[in-house]
């Protein structure tokens, strides 16, 4: 039995997620005829409230190509400095934008509306021009972090004052409206575009799904084209990512459990420094400074269990679908035996 924490991207789907899958009827989306890619883009267009949602291979696609909707080469992207689509999607801001990122000095991924304001350039023809302030829930470097949702409408308040849009990078934002007890739709009303992953928490093999305005929308076909992400009889996919709406959020509370009480493990163990708060399903630790965390990462792969390094000194586990309770007990035992 090995279990693997490295990511709630490891997941293989299930028999029902396979049975949905293998029955889905499908098109060339590339014509846009597949109905299963139309029925989960219907979907998620009534969850949030908006008027488009576009079906992409990858969360990066969908927030790179979101960042240029709303900006121009040259413009600025405010963001913190742990976001995703500045840290681990390859420079792309600057590479398929030719935009920058003015980073906010934020805490566990999370700012304030004053830091956004005092982040935006003045209107001098000299400055870059802020055209987007990006945020993400949960927040990934952050540890699952959630945002309190009242912070969201001040942001949005200050971009309407400022005419920046507002774009957030929901990878994991089933976790925060589990977590938080929120809706789809108080995001929809907050954001101008929202991208969600089917590939992480709700355990689909592939899939991300952009989602916003007819008028800022209107690039997104012909862009995603321009990069690619062009899919045909890509309805198998889609049948999964329905199948993961209909029966993978309410379970996320159990993943939140379980990396509570791993949490609670690690607190206890005199080689572990310090727990970040947990959440959501991300457990984020630092060993003490004596202690090697390569060394570390080895002793647990010994017992057939994956962890992740995240540098100084920190290491990371997420909790997932196939994350048994089984899998569970065992962590547990391995853990408290340290
Ligand atoms: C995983 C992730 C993405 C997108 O990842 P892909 O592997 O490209 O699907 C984007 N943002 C965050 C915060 C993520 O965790």
Redesign the pocket.
């Known amino acids: 039995m090995i279990i693997d924490l490295r990511s709630d991207t490891v997941t293989k789907p299930t028999k029902g997620m396979l049975d949905a899958m293998m029955t889905a009827e499908v098109g060339d989306d590339v014509f846009q005829e597949d109905p299963t890619v139309t029925a989960l883009e219907e979907r998620l267009t009534t969850m949030f409230g908006k008027d488009k949602a576009l079906f992409f291979p990858?969360?990066?696609m969908a927030?790179q190509i979101a960042i240029k909707l709303h900006t121009n080469p040259g413009e600025q992207v405010i963001c913190d400095k742990y976001a995703?689509i500045y840290n681990y999607e390859v420079g792309g801001v600057a590479f398929h934008s030719g935009a920058s990122c003015k980073l906010i000095d934020g805490n566990r991924g999370m700012f304030t509306a004053a830091q956004v304001k005092e982040a935006i350039n003045p209107p001098e023809y000299y400055y870059s021009q802020s055209s987007l302030v990006e945020v993400?829930n949960t927040t990934?470097k952050g540890g699952g972090a959630c945002w309190d949702f009242e912070e969201f409408e001040k942001i949005k308040n200050v971009c309407k004052t400022h005419d920046l849009g507002f774009h957030i990078?929901g990878?994991?934002i089933w976790n925060a409206m589990i977590a938080k007890n929120e809706t789809a739709l108080q995001y929809g009303n907050t954001f101008d575009t929202i991208s969600v992953?089917l590939?992480?928490g709700l355990g689909c093999p592939v899939g991300?799904v952009l989602i916003g305005d007819e008028q800022i929308m209107k690039q997104s076909l012909s862009l995603r084209k321009l990069f690619g992400g062009n899919m045909r009889q890509v309805g198998y996919l889609a049948a999964a990512g329905l199948y993961a709406l209909d029966h993978n959020i309410e379970r996320l509370a159990e993943d939140h459990r379980k990396a509570k009480d791993i949490g609670n493990a690690l607190e206890d163990m005199s080689i572990i420094k310090k727990v970040e708060p947990i959440e959501t399903n991300i457990v984020i630790f630092e060993l003490e400074s004596h202690v090697d965390d390569s060394e570390f990462i080895n002793q647990l792969a010994e017992q057939d269990i994956k962890i992740i390094g995240m540098g100084s000194n920190k290491l990371r586990m997420v909790t997932h679908m196939d994350y048994t309770n089984v899998m569970h007990e065992r962590l547990l035992e391995v853990l408290n035996a340290f």
Do not use: I
């Open positions: 990858s969360g990066s927030n995703h993400e990934n990078d990878a994991r992953c590939s992480k991300s």
